[in-house]
């Protein structure tokens, strides 16, 4: 698609306006009054040759390079290229590309203009300085140009259409310190002994099912009580442990919504999300995941493959936050179906809420006694208690920050008692502060998978 449209600049209409001061004056003086007359034909021949200086949309051709993954506060450059397509004698004085108007990105100039490649004849770059500024995805589809002629006397603008380009925005990326996430999974005997329980005789598979033996199936996993009931060989299927099964369960309810220093909430978790996933496939292990709200929204199973978590990556509208009341109870159906046997469930959720926290332990028992579960959430650093104790000024403190004050103290009494409750039944709490995010999350997989390990 490409769109354009021309207009005379105010430069011609303040010469226009004064030359036709000299047209008062011939109304007297018949000399002047040719003048007058000579000029304005010299004058509307001048704007009909500068109007030729101008770009014709349907020559031209541009594309945009980018990048596909973007972290929080990095500075970018976005370069995009413009063909001319036709050799233009009278090239106009200035081809600017505008910078569009975007949540994710915060560009230095609003103009950036075109320059000649020293590459190839008739093409033009041009380069946006920009700071990602907003999580979420993003995606060009146009380019919106600003053309000014060679007398600077009509002024063009073009939206020419390019291949979509798209990209996301990621939390920072930084490393959490080791002391601090030793701090947040402390006294939680998941991160250091996982599911060896289950590992009696240092046996490294695990019963998974029974089917029709087929050759080269091995010969000693053959069940000779199925084999004799359904009068054909059956053999036992079993699932290695050198490779897990990664569950993630996306909660979209209302404690989702809303924002995060300038960024939507559950955009931090749909980051993520995809992070884990991206670790889970590089170390060789298949993801399972699901969004659920007051019902699931989007489901994915037995996945090895990125390309699979694309609508994840674009931030569809299935995986919007929505103001509705989550449904925990559809967690252990949901992951029932897609895990018979064990796996890594992780259920990212606002854990901040006590009544999140009370409808987790419940749906969350019979899950722990099969599967290695663990809740992660991310904290709002203005409601954390550490952060507030540094903050406030203790001999100096009004009501509202004592109200604050107590009201942080006792949500974090509530969640030490959540996560010691949830740690009886076998699982695990982890939240994290949105500067770390990314690699707590990683790094609790990490831990959780080595210790699955036989």
């Not at 995009?80 to 910078?99: F, H, V, Y």
């Not at 590459?119 to 995606?139: C, I, N, V």
């Not at 009696?200 to 033996?213: E, T």
Request: aromatic share 10%; proline share 4%; hydrophobic share 45%.
């Amino acid at each position: 698609m490409k769109l354009t449209r021309s207009c005379l600049t105010d430069r011609f209409f303040a010469a226009y306006g004064l030359w036709q001061i000299v047209g008062v004056f011939g109304l007297v003086q018949p000399l002047i009054l040719t003048i007058y007359l000579l000029g304005s034909v010299i004058m509307l021949a001048l704007v009909w040759l500068d109007r030729r200086s101008l770009l014709q949309a349907r020559h031209l051709q541009a594309h945009l390079d980018l990048p596909r993954s973007v972290e929080l506060e990095q500075r970018v450059r976005l370069q995009a290229t413009l063909s001319l397509g036709q050799d233009n004698r009278c090239m106009p004085t200035r081809i600017e590309w505008e910078a569009p108007v975007i949540a994710a990105f915060r560009f230095d100039h609003p103009l950036v203009p075109f320059r000649a490649s020293a590459a190839a004849d008739r093409l033009l770059l041009a380069s946006h300085a920009a700071t990602a500024a907003g999580l979420g995805y993003f995606e060009w589809t146009t380019l919106h140009l600003v053309v000014r002629s060679r007398l600077l006397l009509w002024y063009q603008q073009l939206d020419i259409g390019i291949e979509p380009r798209g990209g996301r925005v990621h939390p920072s990326f930084r490393h959490i310190p080791a002391p601090d996430f030793a701090e947040r999974v402390a006294h939680q005997p998941l991160f250091m002994q996982g599911t060896r329980q289950i590992l009696q005789g240092q046996v490294a598979d695990q019963f998974h099912s029974i089917r029709r033996y087929q050759y080269p199936d091995c010969l000693r996993h053959i069940d000779a009580k199925k084999s004799a009931k359904y009068a054909q060989l059956m053999t036992r299927m079993y699932d290695e442990f050198r490779t897990h099964h990664l569950i993630i369960a996306l909660d979209l309810g209302r404690s989702m919504c809303g924002r995060l220093r300038n960024s939507a909430k559950h955009d931090y978790y749909l980051s993520a999300c995809l992070m884990l996933a991206q670790q889970a496939i590089a170390a060789g292990d298949q993801v399972s995941f699901f969004a659920f709200a007051n019902t699931i929204t989007y489901a994915i199973r037995h996945s090895r493959h990125l390309a699979s978590f694309e609508p994840l990556f674009k931030g569809e509208t299935r995986l919007q936050a929505r103001e509705t009341q989550s449904r925990f109870d559809l967690l252990h159906p949901t992951i029932a179906s897609m895990a018979g046997q064990r796996g890594i469930v992780l259920v990212l959720t606002d854990l901040t809420s006590p009544s999140v926290q009370l409808a987790l332990l419940e749906a969350l028992t019979p899950i722990c006694q099969r599967h290695l579960t663990l809740a992660v959430g991310l904290q709002d650093q203005n409601l954390c208690l550490n952060e507030l104790i540094w903050a406030l000024d203790p001999d100096h403190l009004s009501e509202g920050e004592q109200a604050r004050l107590l009201y942080a103290s006792w949500l974090n009494d509530r969640f030490r008692l959540f996560r010691m409750r949830m740690s009886r039944l076998g699982g695990g709490v982890v939240q994290g502060s949105d500067a770390t995010w990314i690699s707590l999350v990683t790094q609790v997989y990490a831990c959780m998978r080595a210790s699955l390990r036989a």
